[in-house]
């Protein structure tokens, strides 16, 4: 078991950044992928970018892909989110989630998940 808790999210003005942090406690999280979910009201969870365990394989949801990036600190059990040009359509609860196994663009692919942190860009 692992366990999961997001922090960093927060109100910003567009073009602003943040970072969010992804602390795992539990079961060293160097043994698991680690991704970034989102959630806007009214819509479904999105992929946002995931990494892998070691830290060497990234893939980001293509609206991110030169805005955000994912990165981890394994001696500190985190994984991190950094997010530049923030946009008003970024508004959304961020999840953090771990898995076993590889890196995954699904949400059914993670096993386990923290409770989010609200992030909104105001334009």
């Known amino acids: 078991q692992v366990q999961l808790v997001e922090s960093g999210g927060g109100l910003v003005q567009a073009g602003g950044s943040l970072r969010l942090s992804c602390a795992a406690s539990?079961?060293?999280?160097?043994?698991?992928?680690t991704g970034w979910f989102r959630q806007a009201p009214g819509k479904e969870r999105e992929f946002v970018a995931a990494?892998?365990?070691?830290?060497?394989?990234?893939i980001y949801q293509d609206s991110v892909k030169d805005r955000f990036t994912i990165s981890r600190d394994n001696a500190k059990n985190t994984v991190f989110l950094q997010m530049n040009n923030l946009k008003p359509e970024d508004t959304a609860v961020y999840y953090c989630?771990?898995?076993?196994?590889?890196?995954?663009?699904?949400?059914?692919?993670?096993?386990?998940w923290g409770q989010g942190t609200q992030v909104t860009v105001s334009s």
């Open positions: 989630a771990a898995t076993g196994g590889g890196v995954a663009l699904h949400q059914e692919g993670y096993n386990f």
């Open positions: 539990g079961r060293t999280s160097s043994r698991y992928a």
């Open positions: 990494i892998s365990r070691s830290g060497g394989s990234t």
